[in-house]
């Protein structure tokens, strides 16, 4: 596994395509380079020039006749495939192509893009870009980009899809204080991308948060595996683009209607420990708070304020982004009783008054911080006459080195007479805002991502065993399915499938008369249930096609009529099987447990509320198949959802058996990994009972899959 | 209806505790007005000078021998009753007491503070305060505060509850370029609260938007009636906080579990237009775009930008908030293909990409602001080589001035490098962001005060007529259920109040007897239900005291006695009235209405899903009482709802009578608003079907209204 470290500090680089037209990007790289302080030794490359900033200039690398660990690549798109050749004929490492006019100008491009990739394959040089900005390394340093500025020395590394988004992160990061380990700019990812660079930053020493800014990811199922290994050691925060127009893909199933690709990135990135930022201020809000304050080792907030309004607005937010308010000590709240003036409000929130000077907001402060039941501090300001924001601002971070277990936050609320203040606190790392609420969201940041360190890793859990699996049964199963040139399973051989994955399924059998539907029911022993049989007829109960509780056989008589009626009423086309018996089942709480495979991520596996009304109530958890390999996980998927409340016993039921369910889902989960040919699935309802749980009505999409593929 | 101009705009002030000494409140408070530029008459009243600030002094208002509109008390406490007589007798009609020591330290404050109520009513004077900060109008001019510094003049009303945060957000406004009108601090509200100062706002010719921070809003009627009325002047957005942690009351009935003064609170502000803002940030990205660009007719956004990524980050935004991305005209498309580059992305967001200088950004607004299909329009831009920030800025201003039916914002994405470009903007009436996210949330709320306002009045509408309501029979059940020292109407009581009110309900008769039961049933009709009648039990199904298909006499028989044994097992002690035999009504869909009335906006109606679920579905919509009174209200308040598609008729059923229902909810209202008695109540299920909607299971709290309070 390579830190890429040959790319993000090279013992030498060559700038193929160097300019002394400052207009040029080829100036830029090479002025940034030189500027940046980097140590090594830098060619550059250009066969119209002798120098150029100082330096010898070659006609080509292979003219250095020395290794080259890194080549920037600033010439036009045509020429690239040239040069890179050379890059890889030369020894080469590391290419960044800065280039444009690749993938993103179409078909053409594309061909250059892929000749590229065959080069680096070739050579087996990695390759950040093409059509990227170039990436900054503020502790090698190197400024191997075309972007105006370096950034502040810090310990945040930014992976940006979007190479503007970059260059403005990079300007406004100067007005904001903050530092940063890494820029990197992905461009089209060709070769690199951000899975690569986020595990990179992972192991680097600089590093301590990894930003990432993505529109897409591409190897969805290697993403969660190195993000979950990387995850372990730093956190990482990822804005995610475009998913919202995707919507939800167009799918005959309830579980493809509910799922979406928004929901497999969600499952993905809970999975591999990853947080998601819900905007552009959230992620560098977070940022802040990750990278200068430690992981408060619980969520139970301690409020110090000069001010009741934003205090109240504080405990708001504490309250609705799901973080507690502390409650302190019998002897914190003597100790501020004795000292505080009579009207100070000695509970949490610690209202010192608007009259408090720097001693009071220490004395208070501190008080605080050593309370055994405080994790974390918000400390509130508004100027009034005898507020000391400067002096209090050196309190504050005197006592955060001082109990540096415990991070703590500081709103500074209001304009220019705080801003020396608000200047030392985010010089010395205390993350400093205008308004209560962002600071609450990123304290809950890195509660959560405390609570994922937390947890065993998925990667060391035993994943659970399961027996009584039947893979030839399926095989056999599906085959007959694809020889029978259908892409949906009829209603038995759902059953079938379940039954071989030790799924209890409801027995079902096909009839094609009357007389043999009363005979099955007699054999099942009544009542009985009758469904109707079609591979076009995907939501049986609206065309009239099922009928239950059936007591008789005079009643399975009449209901195989009246079934046969209604269904060539809504539907005169569709091809009719027969009609299923199936028994009828005992009692318990209804559920859907399903799967659609998602391009990026594969399987996702849905739990919820079942029965007709899923799609109308959404009370649904995802998981993504893979991680759906032990009990407590399962356990967790099932307790998001309010069915879960169901399943508990709801007003005086009797619980339903949640081990059964549980296993329902791992058997599930387990069999849509095995199958790739299973493209979607409902099992809608899954009956839990206080006993055991019964899979009622299962559909089962398949596809054949090319093995060779 | 005052509007309060001897307060904002007095001719003669006195400064009752004006001082020499400039720790003194009273000394900041007179120079403040000094300072502010206020060309009225200032009376400096202190007894032991002659003279402040070159005015001459007086020992009392008493001594001035002239009309004083307006005296700012900053005297202690204990002397403030004393000086506010005076002022009365002095003829004075505005009071502003600075002075803190009131109700908020406890019992005497209290005492002291409606002294000073008493005397304001006795004089017929208005008060702000006491402890406040005072009041500063940029337009009149005047400064009557003790604040340091005195806002830009602008056009935006902040009031404000925490004296603390409207000093922040003072010292804020300078380093954001905002401009207000008036900076109202409240304090104890002991006289005039945010209501009188809306209302007085909204009348102000200089204020176009009114910005508030609540803590608690005393008299909801009168707030939502006055907001009513200002909201179809001006927009009033609303910070109310301290809601969270109230949570939803204690409360015997679904509806008050559900409903809890935060659901009162939204339910108001939606009655009467008032925008509530999610967070501090919010109130002011409101505030700006309000107060500069006109209202969008509608939700079309249209986005130019010089890069890719931010750009999918606001499209992403117009998704999450409920807007719309533009499409445009042919021409439009056709004229942006023509005059951008081959790269360019000419469809919506419109791309110049990374080398546009502002002649590309001029070309391509104005020619989205000439299309029909645009209501309003962001430029996102990104600092790059060849960008320019501050030409493009003026351009932006231009096409705004231009084209002033349709607003702009702009998200310039930077730092330093934006800052000329932001200060021109922001100097000249355009909303500037640095990330997309808050100008579309902004942008979110103009477009809902829009919708709000195209709306007719409430007022204006007249109210649906209900027939057939009958107040004495209710009024009679009630006394019978005083009489009977009850506070829960039993079963068959409940039912008569539902006919009196014309709302359809199963009928409901008491058994006290197998026999008797079996009687009724007979009578009744076979299928019919049983429930037991108790006045302990709320929740009847939770104890097995409900048999409901009950086909014959014997069916009958043997659930009466097993519903006595179930609620004698579960609730030995529970005084039991008898069974209730009530017939089967219709199939249709399960519904709730119903009401918990709230301690500052009074009743609160419910409607949402019904069934056991509900509480934990909570899929409800809430409106007070007051503002159902049309059926287009009506019909929206279900329209929210889960339960709405299931009513048009989900998955092949048949529409359910809508209608029907709608009158159900109206009469509820008409009931729970002729009668203070009721407290809570709930209808659960109402089963509205095919035809006609029916009352199932009717509860109803009731307490005895003391007329003469």
Redesign the interface.
Known sequence: MSSLDFIFNPGQIAVIGASRSP?KIGYAVLDNIINSGFAGSIFPINPREEEIAGLKTYCSILDVKAPVDLAVICVPAKHATVVAEECGRAGGKGLIVISAGFK??GKEGLKLERELISICNRYGMRMLGPNCVGLMDTHSPLNASFA?GFPNRGNISFI??????L???L??????GMGFSRFISTGNKADLSEIDLIQSCADDPQTSVILC?A?DITDGERFVEVCSEASKKKPIII?K?????AGAQAASSHTGALAGSNRAYDAAFRQSGVLRAE???DLFDMARAFSTQPLPENSRTAIVT?????A??A???V??YGLKMARFTRETIDRLRENLPG?ANIYNPVDIL?DAGDDRYRFALETVLEDENVDNTLVLL????VTEPEKTARTIVELNKKHNQKPVMAVY??????TAGRSHLTANSIPTF?????SVNSLRGMVHYNEYLKEPALSESEPVKLDGIDQNAVRKTLDAVFADRRVVLLGHEASDVMSAYGIQVSKTYLATSEEEAAKIGAELGFPVALKISSPRIA?K???GGVAIGLHSDKEVRRAYGKIMENVHYYLPDAPIYGIEVQDMVDEGVEVIVGMSRDVQFGPLVVFGLGG??VN??E?VSFRLASGITTREEVKKMIAET?AF??LKG???KKPADIEALSDTILRTARLVSDFREITEMDINPVRVHYQGATALDVKITVEEVNEKE
């Open positions: 207009q993103e100008t105006e940006s899809q979007s190479g503007a988004m260059v403005s992160i300007d406004w990061s100067f007005e904001m800014y529109e804005l683009s475009g998913t919202s127009s905007s552009m201020n000069n001010a009741g309004g934003p109240i607005v405990t708001d937010a309250e609705k009207e608007g508004c100027p009034a006459a609320m209001g304009g220019k007479s705080l205008t308004f209560p609420e962002p939501h109960t609206d065309v007709i009304y109308l109530l009370d309010k409340t169901l709801y007003r005086g």
